[in-house]
């Protein structure tokens, strides 16, 4: 199976680390929010977002699918509200111009660039 040492899984092809791992950058254009990539493949990125109440995305038009997990706060997301442990799941070519954190939030997104 292409695994490493005798008895040990392949770590070919994965990228695992802890979420403290990468060093925080902005997110969006407001200055409300930052983000650490704390991994990647085949040009995904999961990234780890904090926002402050009030942060807006950016309009934008998703060119390859998104998925994001709410692990606290409250979000409106295309006049939908979210709350902690909340989901969504947004493909290519929709239209995102409405995501507001209602309160500070934590989440998760999984996205191509």
Known sequence: M???RAGEPSLAGWDIAAADHGEWIPWGSCGKARARIVAQADGYHVALVEAEA???TDPH???HAEFLY???GRVSNQGRTITTGGAFAAAAGSVHDAFVSE???RYVSIFKL
């Open 103 to 105: 309160t500070p939030v």
């Open 54 to 56: 009030g942060y807006r």
């Open 2 to 4: 292409g695994g490493g």
């Open 70 to 72: 709410l692990i606290e």
């Open 61 to 63: 038009v998703h060119q």
